[in-house]
């Protein structure tokens, strides 16, 4: 009878406790309950792993399919390597890619023996008349992508943005079973055609986007099918799928060699040996680009525009369908005006608009490496003079901008930079900065005049606090103090820094000492910005830029403080699926890393560094937190064997792309990355 009646007592000592604790016991279970929907998920959504092809092995693949291409010789019937004898899930897809183009693909069927799949690519290449055909030049220049599926896994596709946020982006492909029949849609044709980043979760914030684009991989998969036009892939009952594969691609041809396969994450291949000499080269590979986008004359410059019925014109910055049509717009740019925005996957640029801002920043690293690649390994000083030569076209543009401009006092001895009727403080603060280190690293004081006189500009700009008014009536002569935009408070501060350096006036150093208390003190005096920092890498670098001058300590512990807020962004390499994120600063995987942040914030931390050596409190963690994000720049910046998916390669290379799965390259990403790369270089281990 014990047994019975203690069950009962138990059963009524839950009953007690429900009827005490009901919120804890409800929350309990549905915590549950969540970890069961969780761990359901993952093993219903789960791939399983593989084993990667051996290099040697891998090496052969790629012999076997360069033989096809390159000779008439006879194919092997028989592979050497015995991981090529293996059966793998399947399929394989053989792709050879030249100048963007994928001019030849082959995939083979699901559950297939590795070498029988290339075997069949490779005839295929004996049969294709267009590849037979190829140049020399071309042949070379060509390059093979081989991808293996390994695993697949079903996929949520309801609610849409769920299944937009389903695929690991530039990783998984997305495949569609309709009627007995499969397409794919594979890692590298999701970034070719930019659906990766194609989602607009919300309707009416159009700027954000995130997650794949539904629509338009539907579309993809039905004209794949044949079953678009006429309607029958939206009518039909399709079945979704992710899957994974194992990429590497052939690599480039240099000095009449290619070396072995490179692995393939992301669209990325593995990043050359870290130490300070690779980060010289990529400081030389980033300043080559700028100079490549410098109009040395006058000139029209094309901007493509893709048109479809029914849906809004877009600049054409990625592979596009059959129902799309181009149009050409051409716009002038002026003699020292820097190609902003380029698309290395469809060879256009952007010329709608100008950042004169940016302009400036971009100056300012070419003088930057003017200045601090002399007499460095590897370095020629024809290269070195190239940047000054630089610095010096870009900086008779801001010029010639002033002298036509009508932003001038006479009373108060000050000339700002404007195109228009109304102008911003940063377009004059940072011109400023691009003078004063040009002029600090060349020893050339022809500018000197005119950056006294933006020096007044800003100066008359600053209000009785240390805070700038941001924006200024040229036509009225009037300071328009309402509005208040990022950056320019902290750019005007390092122009003001860099001005009293350069020409000793203690103006300029009252200015940046009013200038950084506000920015380090009454400008987070809000409640709510006690919790968190704004964007003021531009103020630590000035913090820096004011020693010995001006030494605070209010200005050193705020920068500590910022690097320790941005430090507890920055990926760590703890996680395996995000492994190329590491040293870059974002929130969540969901979104990969951004490279201007991972090239702005290290700016102010090794200007932070240097301040703290300054001080004698040596902050080695900050020096830790910029090698991190040297190692991602390095990662990620675009080099000859990288850019097997772009038109122009060699052009391309040493540009610095907006992220992982985002090809755009604006002007000022390369100017950030490379003025903190060439700053830091020190930092940087031999």
């Known amino acids: 009878m014990s047994g019975p009646r203690s069950q009962v007592d138990l059963l009524g ?23 069961g929907v969780y761990l359901g998920v993952y093993w219903w959504a789960s791939m399983p792993g593989f084993d990667p092809l051996p290099a040697e092995a891998r090496a052969e693949a790629m012999e076997l399919l360069a033989v096809a291409r390159d000779s008439k010789g006879l194919l092997p019937r028989r592979p050497r390597r015995a991981a090529l004898r293996r059966k793998v899930m399947g399929p394989v897809f053989v792709k050879l890619y030249l100048r963007g183009e994928a001019i030849f693909e082959h995939r083979s069927r699901t559950g297939v023996v590795l070498w029988d799949a290339l075997l069949a690519a490779a005839r295929r290449l004996r049969g294709d008349s267009r590849i037979q ?327 008359y700009m600053q209000r009785g606090d240390g805070e700038f008014c941001h924006r200024y009536d040229v036509g009225a002569r009037r300071k328009l103090c309402k509005e208040k935009l990022l950056y320019y408070s902290g750019e005007a501060a390092l122009a003001l820094a860099l001005a009293y350096d350069q020409l000793r006036d203690d103006r300029y150093k009252e200015a940046t000492r009013r200038a950084l208390d506000y920015l380090t003190g009454e400008s987070y005096w809000p409640l709510t910005m006690k919790f968190l920092f704004g964007e003021d890498h531009w103020t630590c670098i000035a913090a820096e830029a004011a020693w010995p001058h001006i030494r605070r300590k209010q200005y050193a512990r705020f920068c500590y403080e910022f690097a320790a807020f941005q430090r507890r962004q920055q990926f760590l390499a703890t996680e395996k699926a995000v492994f190329d994120y590491e040293g870059g600063y974002g929130i969540t995987p969901f979104f990969p890393p951004h490279l201007t942040p991972a090239g702005s914030r290290t700016e102010a931390m090794v200007s932070t560094y240097s301040l703290s050596r300054h001080r004698g409190e040596a902050q080695e963690v900050i020096r830790s937190q910029v090698v991190r994000a040297f190692k991602y720049i390095l990662r990620h910046q675009v080099r000859l064997e990288n850019s097997y998916l772009f038109v122009r390669p060699r052009f391309s290379v040493g540009a610095i792309r907006k992220s992982p799965i985002k090809y755009e390259v604006r002007i000022d990403y390369v100017q950030h990355t490379v003025a903190a790369m060439i700053r830091g270089l020190d930092l940087v281990p031999r």
């Open 133 to 459: 055909g190829l140049s020399e030049g071309d042949r070379q220049l060509s390059r093979f992508k081989v991808d293996i599926g390994h695993g697949r896994a079903p996929i949520v596709t309801r609610p849409e943005v769920l299944f937009a946020m389903s695929l690991v982006p530039g990783v998984d492909g997305l495949g569609v079973t309709v009627r007995g029949r499969t397409a794919y849609l594979d890692p590298d044709e999701s970034l070719r055609r930019g659906l990766v980043t194609g989602y607009q979760p919300f309707k009416f914030v159009r700027e954000f986007k995130a997650g794949l684009h539904v629509a338009d991989a539907d579309e993809y998969l039905g004209r794949q099918l044949g079953m678009w036009e006429d309607g029958r892939y939206r009518r039909s009952a399709r079945r979704y799928f992710r899957f994974r594969t194992e990429g590497f691609v052939e690599a480039p041809w240099v000095e009449g060699k290619r070396t072995g396969p490179l692995d393939v994450y992301r669209g990325n291949t593995p990043a050359p040996r870290f130490n300070r000499q690779a980060v010289i080269n990529a400081c030389v590979a980033g300043g080559n680009y700028v100079m490549r986008q410098l109009m040395r004359r006058r000139g029209r410059v094309a901007m493509r525009v893709a048109l479809r019925k029914g849906r809004r014109p877009k600049l054409w910055a990625h592979i596009l369908g059959p129902a799309w049509r181009l149009r050409t717009y051409r716009k002038r740019l002026g003699l020292g005006q820097f190609k902003y925005i380029y698309y290395p996957l469809t060879d256009n640029y952007d010329v709608g608009g100008y950042s004169l801002p940016r302009h400036a920043g971009t100056t300012y690293a070419l003088a930057l490496l003017y200045g601090r690649l002399k007499g460095r390994p590897g370095v020629s000083a024809r290269q070195v003079a190239r940047f000054g030569e630089g610095a010096r076209v870009a900086i008779r543009y801001l010029t010639d901008m002033v002298r036509r401009g009508r932003c001038r006092s006479e009373a108060h001895d000050y000339v700002c930079v404007a195109r228009g009727g109304i102008t911003d403080l940063g377009s004059s603060a940072l011109p400023l900065v691009a003078l004063m280190e040009y002029q600090r690293q060349t020893g050339d004081r022809q500018y000197e005049r005119l950056g006294r006189r933006l020096a007044n500009f800003l100066l």
């Open 13 to 35: 000592q839950v009953r007690r406790v429900a009827r005490r604790h009901p919120v804890a016991l409800g929350s309990c279970g549905a915590v549950a309950a969540l970890v």
